[in-house]
């Protein structure tokens, strides 16, 4: 089951970057998507990266002049949840992008990321983080790295599960006392997931000092804090990315 969805994200590569063609004005530099490589949940479930998490931060970095490097935990294609996306329901308006598909297809590991080379980190959800973002090594140091720096660093629905395990200057959690969202509580019931996740991201996100704030189920929120940004669930994929343009003075 897991290959078969590992072979299928490489076919979805072909129809997966939806969005209008980058203008290549006003941005400049490089900012990082991270995505999950893990496709197992528990009971059998099939998860991943949900598609709209990746495809929409990644638009609207590249309208706005950045250049967009992906890295994956394992390095290579992320696997895609089916539920979020299939080649009959992605459109062909970008298939042939040599950026994009190679941004995708040969995704940079984690562990070889220097996050000094980039403008702003991005965290795109899917079940598929609760599982590798938060045990990764890398990933919770990179991420401390970057916000200690005073990079902008983002998450859309679960993707803030890359905030856990990071600290500040002080040791102290990135989230602790600061305005922070993620998929909620109710949304994961609403989903019939609250059985097969390790853990509720709002409850964690809380025990960490996080001020969670939601706007009710499936309704789009984003929110920043200083340089922490993060969107509530696949609505806010967009909003949360500009946010992120915001916090690097952007429009």
């Not at 949840?81 to 984690?110: C, E, K």
């Not at 102290?172 to 509720?200: H, M, Q, S």
């Not at 025990?207 to 789009?220: I, K, P, T, W, Y």
Request: with cysteine; aromatic share 8%; net charge neutral.
């Amino acid at each position: 089951m897991l290959r078969r969805f590992m072979y299928t994200s490489l076919v979805l590569l072909a129809g997966l970057f939806l969005g209008a063609s980058a203008s290549l004005a006003g941005g400049s530099g490089k900012i990082l998507i991270v995505v999950t490589s893990h496709a197992e949940a528990l009971k059998g479930k099939v998860t991943g990266l949900w598609l709209s998490e990746l495809t929409e931060p990644y638009w609207v970095f590249r309208d706005a002049g950045f250049e967009v490097e992906i890295a994956s935990i394992k390095g290579g294609p992320a696997p895609i949840d089916p539920r979020s996306g299939s080649a009959a329901s992605v459109g062909p308006a970008f298939r042939n992008d040599p950026a994009a598909m190679a941004a995708f297809n040969q995704a940079t590991p984690v562990d070889r990321i220097k996050i000094g080379e980039y403008a702003a980190l991005f965290l795109s959800g899917g079940h598929g983080t609760m599982w590798d973002f938060p045990s990764h090594p890398v990933l919770m140091r990179i991420v401390g790295e970057a916000f200690r720096a005073g990079k902008p660093v983002g998450g859309v629905c679960h993707g803030p599960a890359g905030f856990i395990g990071a600290v500040d200057a002080q040791g102290d959690p990135i989230v602790k006392g600061r305005r922070v969202t993620g998929f909620t509580n109710a949304e994961e019931r609403a989903a019939g997931w609250t059985e097969y996740v390790p853990f509720l991201l709002e409850d964690r996100l809380k025990e960490l000092g996080g001020r969670f704030e939601n706007a009710g189920v499936f309704s789009a929120k984003a929110v920043r804090d200083g340089n922490l940004i993060s969107g509530q669930n696949p609505a806010s994929a967009a909003p949360a990315a500009k946010l992120v343009l915001e916090a690097l003075g952007g429009n």
